[in-house]
């Protein structure tokens, strides 16, 4: 539970920095709904909701969140961007009814 307060506080950290760096809109679509879900080594797992989200943040907001992430932590860090667990389950349920 401990590591998991951590994560968060890390998350938060991480996020009020990317929110100085980027508008207010695009800040609320893009970086508010991601959640972080792990952090092993130098690698910090985010949960996002959709592929469309995963490809769009590795073409535009990859670096900024990597910096972001190494300011907070004074580490250089991976990013993995993983699909929301309830995501990934509605998907597996519409393809099973297909």
């Known amino acids: ?20 760096k980027i508008s207010k809109q695009n800040f609320d679509t893009w970086i508010k709904p991601i959640k972080i879900v792990a952090m092993e080594d130098q690698c910090v797992q985010l949960a996002v909701p959709n592929k469309f989200f995963k490809d769009w943040l590795l073409d535009n907001y990859c670096s900024t969140i990597k910096q972001s992430l190494k300011d ?22 519409s393809q099973k009814q297909s």
Not at 1 to 20: G, H, N, R
Not at 77 to 91: C, G, M, P, T, Y
């Open 72 to 93: 907070a932590s004074g580490l250089d860090v991976d990013i993995d961007f993983v699909l929301s667990k309830n995501q990934e389950s509605a998907a597996e349920t």
């Open 1 to 20: 539970m401990i590591k998991v307060l951590k994560m968060d506080a890390f998350w938060d950290k991480t996020s009020k920095i990317i929110q100085e």
